[in-house]
């Protein structure tokens, strides 16, 4: 006859769909941390040009973008890096969003490290919106649940200030529920999206790879099998729409578990072998940790608690206080509508009138996953050229030689996966007002980081757009020219502004 806690460590039904086990919740917490102190030291190599005053996006140009969307239905919330605009502020954040990812990590008052972690981490990621990717939107709700969630029950120097660690009960509650569902969003929703002729048709990944801005070198090499590519993409396009769905499903949950966990980190080793696309495949591959099951544990469980003479117990943190549980089933359904809003169809945009938006936004909890639905219209590189006063000719972004061929590898160019995301945004004719301002930093960073022979005399920012057309390997290029300072075009442009004022002052010229 089983006992109560055997039946208890085996969840059956809903129960087992939505239980995690709490060594894999720790793991999580480990791997989520760790990432916070990657992800802050990436975007701290760019503290000053993306999130101060002397950047390309100070906080006059923050505050115009957050009027121009709160006349929209879709305003931006909160975000406590935009109180300042000086980069002493800035950094005095980033070195507490460490510390407390640390804390994190070591399991250290982790529900404050949880909290902590959260509201830094949305808020940076409102201060500069235009560097963020499906990633970014996975990686806060990953933060918002951990909130909720047992995080410091074992393998945390919380549980060893308690003496015991918990019982290895999984642990059920709206936030495991809450977790589970978001990976089954970010997958069968951008699955949905997929669903067109492009993905049908097999030609989706090879598409993709064309975005030479992303594509690394064996992403490169794999374009040379189109129908290795064609099984890619088929294989893609089934496993986020099926195995989402079997997830879910309490028949056999255990063995359609095991098998999304290996298809999907699969998929993101291989995402991140072929492009170069930040920290998304981490992030995912750090939540996915949550949902081992903990059979797998056994080794490893013998090899931490060698030596100690203490059992673990049954403890109460495990649980959630029924105000947060209540909480997080409303959240969980409030997500849920918020994503089958995203799909393109009438009836399913009902789920989620624009007054309902109101709470997301400003929890800044937004979220539409399609990753890739349609193809790239053009794979874009660029040349920052300017004159030195000693006469050298210089892209002031490479710090090379100026060189308008295009590169054998455009990722090489853009080395740091904020700028490069940055750049993708600037080929796009929404974000046409902000290519003057990156350029104009360009050249105050270049001249203030240079001695006097080597000022710029003239600035040009060229935009090549390679197109990417259905049919062909490319449909033409496109060249745009998006700065220009000084030097004899410049003050011919100048001259023309000014002739053209003239003339629709009525004034007629000698």
Known sequence: MKSETDTLQKPNGWRSVFACDLRSLAAMRIALGGLILVDLAMRARSLTAMYTDEGFFPLSMWHEYVRNLSATTAPLGWSIHALHGGGVFQGFLFIVAA???????????????????WVLLVSLQMR?????????????LALFWSMFLPLNAVWSLDAKKRGSEASL??????????LILTLFSLYFFAGIAKLNDFWFSGEAMGYVMKLDIYTTAFGKWLMQWPLVLKIITWVTLAGEIVLPVLLLTPWKNALWRRVALVFFIGLHLGIAACMSIGLFSPIAIACWLALLP??????????????SSQQPTPQKDSALPTWANVFCFFMVGYFLAWNIATINHPLCQKFMPQEARVV???????????MFDLPPPYSPWFVYEAQ?????????????PVDHDRPSSILATIPQHHWRRLHRNLARPSFEKYRVPVAEYMVRQWNTSHDEDSQIVTAKTTAYLDEITRGA??????????????????????FDELLEQVKQKGIILP
């Open 294 to 307: 903990g059979t797998f544990w056994l080794g490893w469980t013998s090899f931490f608690s060698k030596g």
């Open 128 to 140: 500069n919106p235009h560097i963020l990717h499906s990633g970014d939107v996975l990686f806060r």
């Open 360 to 370: 997301g936004k400003w929890l800044n909890m937004r979220q539409s996953f399609r």
């Open 169 to 178: 009960i999984p642990v059920f509650s709206g936030a495991t529920i809450g």
């Open 99 to 117: 510390v407390a990812a640390t804390m994190m990590v070591l399991g250290w008052k982790t529900r404050v490290a949880c909290v902590v972690s």
């Open 388 to 400: 030195l006063k000693n006469g050298a000719a210089v892209d002031i972004f490479r710090n090379q």
């Open 473 to 494: 390997e490319s449909n033409g290029l496109i060249t745009q020219v998006w700065y220009q300072y000084g030097g004899e075009i410049a003050d011919q442009q100048m």
